[in-house]
Each structure stands twice: as structure tokens, then as C-alpha cells.
């Protein structure tokens, strides 16, 4: 799995605020939809004004932002699936900026 975004984050499971947001269940916000675009072949985020491409790592992510699964399920989720460890400081970079952007509700 590739990383999400450059430089380095603070989400570590000593960091108290990361910690916190593990327990958290993510889910796609509203007004957007996540799916398959074949055309372009990744998943795609459609809300009314448009569409945003994802790479490989963030279409990763949303697929599992369920609305069942903690953070820390699925980061290991994904660590699990893509023989990887490590991936909890990128997907919590990944998911601070997708809650900005409102991609993203935690429950």
C-alpha cells in the first residue's frame, strides 16, 4: 500500500488524540457516494457539484469507512489485507483531511 500523503503525522497509539480517534466508526459523509467508476477505473467520491478520482490508498480507506468498523479495525484491515504494518499514522493523516473536506462523518 502506497502512502497517502507526504511528510509524517503524530498518530501514534501513544498519542492521546490518536488514540481517541481509533475508537471512532467512520462513514462516508453525507451528500456524497462512493463507488467503482469503471471509466476510470478506481473509486470515485460523486456529490451533486461533481466528482472527486481517488488514488489506490484513499479509495482503500473509503471502501472500509462502513459506518460499522472502528478506525483501529480498519487499519488493521488493512494491514492485514496488504501484508503491511505501520499504516495507522497514514490512514489518520488520510482520515483528517477527508473529515475536513466533510468526505467523511464519525459516529
Known amino acids: 500500500m502506497s502512502a497517502i500523503v507526504g511528510g509524517t503525522s503524530s498518530g501514534t497509539a501513544a498519542d492521546p488524540a490518536a488514540a481517541d480517534l481509533l475508537v471512532r466508526v467512520p462513514r462516508i459523509g453525507r451528500g456524497f457516494r462512493l463507488q467503482w467508476e469503471e471509466a476510470q477505473q478506481c473509486q470515485v467520491l460523486l456529490y451533486p ?31 492485514q489485507a496488504f501484508g503491511a504494518t505501520g499504516l495507522q499514522a497514514d490512514v489518520l493523516a488520510f482520515v483528517d483531511i477527508a473529515l475536513q473536506k466533510q468526505w467523511l462523518e464519525l459516529q
Open 49 to 79: 457539484e461533481g466528482m472527486v478520482r481517488l488514488n489506490g490508498s484513499a479509495g482503500e480507506i473509503l471502501r472500509r469507512c462502513d459506518g460499522q468498523r472502528s478506525l483501529a479495525a480498519i487499519v488493521s484491515d488493512l494491514e
